[in-house]
């Protein structure tokens, strides 16, 4: 048998660290993702809870007003940090990618599935707060796609699996 030249075998541990650094690195953006994604989610139910539905559905609808959207803005991020427990210099720069990319992200979710309209529709806090919920589960499907599996849980399946006997 043929020994492999030294650029094959050269090549497949390249390959394989490189694997290993992308699913470490996916691993961490889902982490932060869904950091961010929580951050964004308390920070909207607390501004419905205090009786701002309409700045969340201009906020949603990417209409708010320059003030209220850096203030908004502002307590996110500073969720965040405290929610990713880094410091620092890191923890900004963490912060200034993460943020702006699960916003926007949930803003085109939020205008794509007609969510601000339903929130316009029925404004009562119970509603909104429940439409926030449907939304945050809408934009982490677009965050994180489910990898290529195809598994979704199907109305008659929601029941969970049965033993045959």
């Known amino acids: 048998m043929k020994d492999r030249?030294?650029?094959?075998?050269?090549l497949g541990n390249m390959t394989k660290a490189t694997g290993l650094a992308a699913w470490q690195t996916g691993r961490?953006?889902?982490?932060?993702?869904?950091?961010?994604?929580?951050?964004?989610?308390?920070?909207?139910?607390a501004e419905v809870k205090k009786?701002?539905?309409r700045l969340v559905?201009?906020?949603?609808?990417?209409?708010a007003l320059p003030a209220a959207r850096a203030l908004l803005l502002e307590r996110m991020a500073a969720r965040l940090l405290v929610r990713?427990?880094?410091?620092?210099?890191?923890?900004?720069?963490?912060?200034?990618?993460?943020?702006?990319?699960v916003v926007e992200q949930l803003v085109k979710?939020?205008?794509r599935?007609?969510?601000i309209d339903k929130l316009r529709a029925h404004p009562a806090v119970a509603d909104t707060l429940t439409r926030l919920d449907?939304?945050?589960?809408?934009?982490?499907?677009?965050?994180?796609?489910?990898?290529?599996?195809?598994?979704?849980?199907?109305?008659?399946?929601?029941?969970?699996?049965?033993?045959?006997?």
């Open 57 to 63: 559905q201009d906020f949603l609808a990417n209409k």
């Open 109 to 111: 979710v939020a205008q």
């Open 84 to 101: 990713i427990g880094l410091r620092g210099a890191l923890a900004s720069s963490v912060v200034g990618w993460i943020l702006p990319f």
């Open 113 to 115: 599935t007609g969510v």
């Open 5 to 10: 030249p030294i650029w094959i075998t050269l």
């Open 134 to 165: 449907e939304l945050k589960r809408a934009a982490w499907k677009t965050l994180v796609p489910d990898a290529g599996s195809g598994a979704e849980v199907l109305p008659d399946d929601a029941e969970g699996p049965r033993l045959l006997s």
């Open 28 to 45: 961490l953006f889902r982490k932060a993702a869904a950091a961010a994604l929580e951050s964004v989610q308390e920070v909207l139910r």
């Open 51 to 53: 009786g701002n539905g």
